[in-house]
């Protein structure tokens, strides 16, 4: 019964952690722009967060550089259990178009497990949009 | 205060690298005397991620692509400088039609940019009503810019020799309709900044920078012309069609953050001049010429003026399908230091909105340094070191 409310809970207001690991910011301003009144998925509970210890969901943009790599381990180590990860655009997903360069991971799965990936570069703020819908329905399962 | 800092009454903040003013990753070492900042050591390389290197590896069609995606707010500027320099090492002049195309998108790019970081302000300000209403009024800018090359942010459109797509009648009556709503917002905008008591408490006489300090700090952009120093590439070294539209640079004089907002305000309303002369003055003809696959060997400089400042590009060709050497170098960096400046002596709850007023954009400014963990020294290496270095390593295995 509980558990059954704070489940209901979480998918009513999921709280997210915006988190940059080396993107170009076209992913970051479509994520708030996602976030701002044309678009608002404040509609859907979901609230920026500044602090990984209050956030339900991490939205990673960018390919990860070596420098961030700890940093993010780090973050995602620190956001409380169950934590989800939402990867942002094509460089979170594969590298993109930093493929083959000395200094990155290419993708954020390569260092923390990914629950739902959006592609495009950038993707469209609908874009994100459909992704956190995708994840409330894998919280709604989990 | 006066005399000396004792050291054990210094405390230092270490800020990030994650979420600091911005959403990006950057840290700022602050050392605190009681609530007053006495020293700032910013660390802005957890973005690197080697483009120049990358440059080498792609021909000069690829880069394009490359480059845009050194900063995504100011995507289009950074094609056209790239492109701007690929054209004067293959020695091709691009059609008219195409550097008025330029101009336009450029000036557009520049109006989603300053408002975008005037939002960013006023969330920083903790005004988030404001933050809200200028993102809205944002939408319109980048319903434009989709309008015109198909994209919301990464557009695309400068390619080598001119621009990719043309602009119609229709899309040009859409714009001027665009800009006339979009002028009326701004008018809104500047009655706030004028008379907001709130606004007007957090940043009058906050975070000064005087002009002797930002020309020797060699700041660029707004954050120079906030001071009141009349220095834009736009004017000084015209670049595409600039040197054929008649536009004032914007500047102000106290050098506080109310100035960098006052600036970017008045660039907006000169931007959306720009546009409109432009698409009453914009010449027939084709918008694009064939450049050589291969280019001579060469060596030019590129140089624009992007929403934040003075952007420079290298370039050396050898005579095949890809750079020798690309060189960026670009405007947050160069702001760097005089951010520091800003800083030194105001309190703990101004470094949002100082660290936010430059506008920063890091993805752009991560540098290779060495630190050698030990005994705690920190140096930079150029490239001959870096070869001479590679060489001797490769030479042992």
């Given at each position: 019964m509980a558990l059954g409310?704070?489940?209901?809970?979480?998918?009513?207001?999921?709280?997210?952690?915006?988190?940059?690991t080396g993107a170009c910011n076209a992913c970051d301003i479509e994520v708030l722009a996602a976030l701002t009144p044309r678009f608002d998925v404040e509609r859907f509970g979901i609230l920026l967060k500044g602090s990984p210890r209050h956030a339900d969901v991490m939205v990673v943009t960018g390919s990860v550089t070596r420098q961030i790599r700890d940093r993010l381990v780090r973050v995602y180590e620190q956001m409380p259990e169950p934590k989800f990860v939402l990867a942002v655009g094509n460089c979170a997903a594969t590298g993109g178009v930093f493929q083959q360069c000395y200094n990155v991971y290419e993708g954020i799965d390569k260092v923390i497990p990914v629950d739902v990936y959006v592609p495009g570069c950038p993707p469209r703020p609908e874009a994100i949009i459909y992704g956190v819908v995708k994840l409330l329905e894998k919280l709604a399962k989990s | 205060m006066s005399g000396e800092y004792e050291p054990e009454s210094i405390f230092e903040i270490p800020v990030g690298p994650q979420h600091p003013a911005l959403k990006e990753p950057i840290l700022l070492h602050f050392k605190i005397e009681g609530d007053i900042i006495v020293d700032v050591i910013p660390r802005p390389a957890y973005t690197h991620r080697g483009i120049e290197k990358a440059t080498e590896a792609r021909n000069y069609i690829q880069n394009i692509y490359l480059c845009e995606r050194v900063c995504g707010i100011c995507s289009f500027i950074h094609t056209l400088v790239y492109t701007q320099g690929v054209e004067r090492l293959a020695e091709v002049e691009p059609p008219p039609r195409a550097k008025y195309i330029r101009v336009i998108v450029s000036e557009l790019e520049r109006?989603?940019?300053?408002?975008?970081?005037?939002?960013?302000?006023?969330?920083?300000?903790?005004?988030?009503?404001?933050?809200?209403?200028?993102?809205?009024?944002?939408?319109?800018?980048?319903?434009?810019?989709?309008?015109?090359?198909?994209?919301?942010?990464?557009?695309?459109?400068?390619?080598?020799?001119?621009?990719?797509?043309?602009?119609?009648?229709?899309?040009?009556?859409?714009?001027?309709?665009?800009?006339?709503?979009?002028?009326?917002?701004?008018?809104?905008?500047?009655?706030?900044?004028e008379q907001e008591p709130t606004l007007r408490k957090r940043v009058v006489d906050v975070g000064k920078l005087s002009p002797h300090d930002a020309?020797?700090?060699?700041?660029?952009?707004?954050?120079?012309?906030?001071?009141?120093?009349?220095?834009?590439?736009?004017?000084?070294?015209?670049?595409?069609?600039?040197?054929?539209?008649?536009?004032?640079?914007?500047?102000?004089?106290?050098?506080?953050?109310?100035?960098?907002?006052?600036?970017?305000?008045?660039?907006?309303?000169?931007?959306?001049?720009?546009?409109?002369?432009?698409?009453?003055?914009?010449?027939?003809?084709?918008?694009?010429?064939?450049?050589?696959?291969?280019?001579?060997?060469?060596?030019?400089i590129s140089r624009g003026e992007a929403p934040r400042g003075e952007l420079f590009y290298y370039f050396k060709s050898n005579g095949t399908e890809k750079p020798e050497r690309v060189k960026i170098r670009t405007p947050t960096l160069a702001n760097i230091p005089a951010v520091r400046q800003m800083l030194l002596g105001y309190h703990i709850a101004e470094i949002p909105i100082v660290f936010a007023s430059i506008d920063p954009c890091l993805s752009c400014t991560a540098r290779f340094s060495f630190i050698d963990v030990k005994t705690g020294k920190s140096w930079v290496w150029d490239r001959e070191q870096l070869r001479r270095y590679s060489l001797k390593w490769y030479g042992k295995q």
């Open positions: 409310l704070v489940k209901w809970a979480r998918i009513k207001s999921p709280w997210i952690l915006h988190f940059n | 109006i989603h940019s300053h408002a975008l970081w005037l939002g960013v302000a006023a969330h920083e300000l903790g005004f988030d009503t404001l933050f809200y209403y200028i993102w809205r009024d944002r939408e319109l800018v980048m319903d434009l810019l989709e309008l015109i090359t198909g994209n919301r942010v990464n557009y695309a459109m400068s390619t080598v020799g001119g621009v990719r797509r043309d602009i119609t009648d229709e899309v040009a009556h859409q714009i001027k309709k665009g800009m006339k709503i979009f002028r009326e917002r701004l008018d809104v905008y500047t009655e706030v900044v020309v020797a700090l060699c700041a660029v952009g707004p954050t120079l012309r906030a001071t009141g120093v009349k220095r834009d590439v736009r004017a000084d070294d015209p670049y595409q069609a600039y040197d054929e539209i008649p536009f004032n640079v914007a500047t102000y004089h106290t050098g506080d953050v109310l100035a960098q907002i006052v600036v970017r305000v008045l660039e907006m309303y000169e931007a959306a001049n720009i546009i409109d002369y432009a698409l009453d003055h914009m010449p027939g003809g084709p918008i694009r010429v064939k450049v050589p696959w291969n280019i001579a060997p060469n060596e030019v």
